[in-house]
């Protein structure tokens, strides 16, 4: 159990926060929270978040934006950030935190390091390769120098048994108390303790009835070295924001008895754990869904990650 009292709610600010994976994967767990304020710049994921979870205050503006004060006011107990993976992709230009899209992230930390009211837990995703770039080196520096203990994570939905791929990289973080005497010592855990391996579910758990995504011609799936796979199959690759743009490297495709197809956006949710409540207004087209997906998270690894991290003192 987290230690909180009962009763009392965490106070979370959801930095990034997308279409709101992170939002889902807090409900998923048995903690009783309260997010002060969710925060993303982009304007069609903050239309699917605000459907999503109406009263939630979201914040459509630049993180780099904020300023010590506002933070050391908002006084939050937990921050949770996914910031920009696009620096660090291993298909981006990999300038790390010489990318301008690093700067918000930047921004958060050193506001971090000037606070004196500091969030108890911090919750940090990206992409694998974020694990060996000068930013994560400067993450663990700045947060240790501050008297955070570390735990970092390398997860794909398939050790939790789902049939999809997508490799993360996790860091949790917990303010200390007392003098700061830890030592960072670098370990990448590959499951979390206290999670128990699970059986591998079949793609097909995850399929709907009716689907209107159209069928692949023959010399697309000829011309091209597509992933397929088929309802009883136990995996599938990352479906990234490029899903159905570009038929290779961004996500797998259904074989079916009628022929082959891109998994739907709702499928697509599922395989990455969105409850069937997810959903997003007319207006927003299937390409919209993919990218906003794509960027998203495994709504369940997130949801064991953040119970494990309101154990950690
Ligand atoms: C990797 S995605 C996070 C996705 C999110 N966790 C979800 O579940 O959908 C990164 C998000 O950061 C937002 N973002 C990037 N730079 C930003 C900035 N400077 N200020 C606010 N939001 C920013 C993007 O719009 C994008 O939605």
Not at 8 to 20: A, D, Q, S, T
Not at 195 to 212: A, F, G, I, K
Request: hydrophobic share 35%.
């Amino acid at each position: 159990m987290h230690p909180m009292h009962e009763g009392e709610e965490v106070k979370v600010l959801e930095f990034y926060c997308g279409i709101g994976g992170i939002h889902f994967a807090l409900k998923r767990t048995s903690i009783p929270f309260h997010i002060a304020a969710a925060f993303d710049i982009n304007t069609t994921t903050n239309v699917i978040y605000r459907h999503n979870f109406p009263s939630t205050k979201l914040k459509e503006s630049n993180i780099q934006g904020v300023s010590v004060s506002s933070l050391d006011k908002l006084g939050a107990e937990l921050w949770t950030m996914s910031p920009p993976c696009q620096p660090f992709t291993l298909k981006g230009n990999r300038k790390g935190d010489d990318d301008p899209r690093c700067d918000s992230f930047k921004k958060l930390l050193h506001c971090l390091n000037k606070m004196s009211n500091r969030p108890r837990w911090i919750f940090i995703e990206n992409v694998s390769a974020f694990h060996s770039t000068s930013m994560h080196s400067t993450l663990i520096e700045t947060l240790n120098t501050i008297g955070y203990r570390i735990e970092e994570y390398m997860l794909s939905p398939v050790q939790l048994g789902i049939p999809n791929s997508r490799p993360r990289y996790y860091l949790l973080a917990s303010l200390m108390e007392g003098p700061v005497h830890n030592e960072y010592v670098s370990h990448l855990y590959q499951y979390i303790d206290g999670v128990e391996e699970c059986e591998m579910s079949t793609v097909r758990e995850y399929l709907s009835d009716n689907v209107d995504t159209a069928y692949l011609s023959s010399d697309k799936v000829d011309a091209n070295n597509l992933s397929i796979v088929e309802p009883s199959s136990i995996s599938s690759s990352c479906f990234t924001k490029s899903y159905t743009q570009f038929l290779v490297g961004c996500g797998s495709y259904l074989r079916t008895c009628s022929g082959i197809r891109p998994f739907s956006p709702r499928e697509v949710a599922s395989l990455m754990s969105f409850p069937n409540s997810f959903s997003w207004p007319h207006q927003i087209t299937q390409k919209q869904v993919y990218r906003a997906l794509g960027n998203s998270v495994n709504v369940l690894v997130v949801s064991k990650l953040l119970e494990r991290l309101l154990t950690l003192k």
